[in-house]
């Protein structure tokens, strides 16, 4: 289930909008300020962030600067939806690292297909990560230098979503070949990353490749 952060200091507004994404299969996290939402980020970073401009504290635009200036940020896509409507506003937006601006009032099927554009292209920068960290060459080394991989501080159902994870499956993918919900998929992904001291799917992906954990079929083949 894809995580959706929605950052408005307008109680109506937001509370509409959580239940319309929630009764479309999403998991809807809250804020109200930027500074409540970038603490939030740092903590576990969501899918999708959908901020207004104009909040109290930190508004959008410096929490859309400060997210881009982290490394738990940088890639996360970021949707501005705002009333400022203005060309000059918009470039502003897109500046500060925006990925997409709506404007206020707007349909929230729009909204939708601007969160599932985004998660698309999430995707497929995804799949280009695994693709060229797998096609990166191993450094030679000399017979008795060469070591196998230290276990995994996994559990034997978080090992499986691990090896899952690192071929570049999305968690419906894990779940159709584990037999096992997205929900449950998400959760064990949570918890290899807190294991491991890492913050998103790609992190994960570089630390197994950078190890030596190689999916079982590499691995057999190899053999």
Not at 13 to 27: C, E, M, W
Not at 102 to 114: H, T
């Amino acid at each position: 289930m894809k995580r959706i952060l929605i950052v408005d200091d307008d109680i109506t507004l937001k509370t509409a909008l959580i239940r319309y994404l929630q009764n479309r299969g999403y998991s809807v996290l809250e804020a109200s300020s930027g500074a409540e939402a970038l603490a939030m980020v740092e903590q576990n970073p969501p899918d999708v962030i959908v901020s207004d401009v104009m909040m109290p504290e930190m508004d959008g635009l410096e929490f859309c600067r400060r997210l881009r200036a982290s490394r738990s940020g940088q890639l996360v896509p970021f949707i501005f939806l705002s009333s400022r409507k203005e060309l000059d506003d918009r470039i502003q937006g897109h500046q500060m690292g925006a990925d997409d601006y709506l404007i206020k009032p707007f349909d929230p099927k729009e909204l939708v297909a601007k969160i599932e554009s985004q998660l698309e292209r999430s995707r497929r920068i995804h799949s280009e990560i695994v693709r060229l960290i797998q096609q990166q060459p191993a450094q030679p080394q000399p017979p008795d230098l060469v070591q196998s991989p230290e276990p995994l501080p996994l559990t034997p159902a978080e090992e499986k979503v691990f090896w899952q994870v690192i071929q570049g499956y999305t968690n419906k993918q894990i779940g159709d070949r584990l037999f096992v919900s997205p929900r449950t998929v998400q959760t064990h992904l949570s918890n290899i990353l807190s294991k491991l001291n890492l913050e998103s799917r790609s992190q994960l992906i570089r630390y197994a490749f950078e190890r030596g954990y190689h999916p079982p079929a590499e691995r057999e083949t190899g053999s």
